[in-house]
């Protein structure tokens, strides 16, 4: 039997308008710096995704967009928060670095207990909540270290996975966290982003998980965001919103192709805060 979706649970997120939004440098194989961005474009696209969240009745907060910082829309990068803790988030390029002790910030102003990291680790780009396991990506980003930084910080398993194709250079852009219910933990993933030894991991820990084509993988539909019931997802993925409905899920499509120019998409845009 399949595992079904086990439901909706109300999520509390952080965004950031991308106000200062455009591709000027090249970090990743999507971003082409020659290309014409459409800063307008971008936000309308990113208030539609704001507005997704609202009518599901999620809470947002969103901080502030520091000018020079073009690729701080991708808030799921700023940090990771895990029961209440935050790990900071230390970029792997310089062009990013000042978005780790702005998010970091954002938390600490808010009462949050935040955690210097002494590790490269780009957030919840590369560490994922599933369940009571944290997934951690590496490979092109993070350093594996980070991982075992983490671990130690929370207390929960951290299960190292290496990334394998640049396309796929965050872990949110090869695996999607369906059901984080510790009960019926699910995701989503793209096994050829993953090499052989993490693609066997994942198999074992999650036998029934849905398994992205090659289309859906390069709409980066797993970059997507569930709360246990509906996933917003690329529109263009629709294999994988197929097998999302299948199981139990409502895709919610929104179109995030403008900030698909700098290698985010719903996901990217979006940092979970747990308490
Ligand atoms: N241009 C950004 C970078 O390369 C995109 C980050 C996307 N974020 C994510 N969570 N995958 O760093």
Redesign the pocket.
């Known amino acids: 039997m399949t595992a079904h979706a086990p439901g909706a649970t109300p999520r509390h997120y952080l965004m950031c308008e991308p106000t200062h939004y455009t ?1 000027s440098y090249r ?2 194989p ?2 082409d710096p020659q290309r014409v961005t459409d800063t307008d474009l971008a936000v309308r696209q990113w208030r539609t995704l704001r507005d997704t969240y609202l009518e599901l009745g999620h809470t947002v907060e969103t901080i502030d967009p520091i000018p020079g910082l ?2 701080m829309v ?4 700023g940090a990771t928060v895990v029961d209440g803790v935050v790990y900071s988030a230390r ?3 310089p ?2 670095a000042a978005e780790g002790p702005a998010y970091q910030k954002w938390f600490a102003d808010r009462g949050f207990v935040t955690h210097t990291a002494e590790q490269v680790n ?5 560490l994922l909540v599933v369940g009571d396991l944290i997934l951690a990506g590496t490979g092109f ?1 993070s350093d594996r270290a980070s991982h075992a930084e983490l671990q130690e910080l929370v207390g929960r398993p951290v299960i190292s996975l290496e990334l394998v194709d640049d396309r796929y ?5 090869a695996l999607a966290v369906l059901s984080s219910d510790p009960a019926s933990p699910q995701v989503a993933y793209y096994p050829p982003a993953f090499s052989a030894g993490s693609r066997a991991v994942l198999e074992r820990l999650f036998p029934d998980a849905v398994v992205a084509t090659d289309d859906d993988a390069a709409a ?1 539909g797993l ?1 997507a965001v569930s709360d246990g019931l509906h996933v917003v997802v690329a529109p263009r993925a629709t294999h994988l919103a197929g097998e999302l409905r299948r199981r139990g899920y409502t895709p919610i499509p929104v179109d995030t192709s403008e900030l698909l120019k ?4 719903a ?3 979006t940092l979970e805060i747990r308490r």
């Open positions: 591709v970090i990743n999507w971003m073009p690729d991708y808030a799921a990068n970029f792997r390029y062009e990013r780009e957030g919840e780009g590369d980003r250079y965050h872990l949110d852009t980066l970059n700098g290698g985010g998409g996901k990217c845009c």
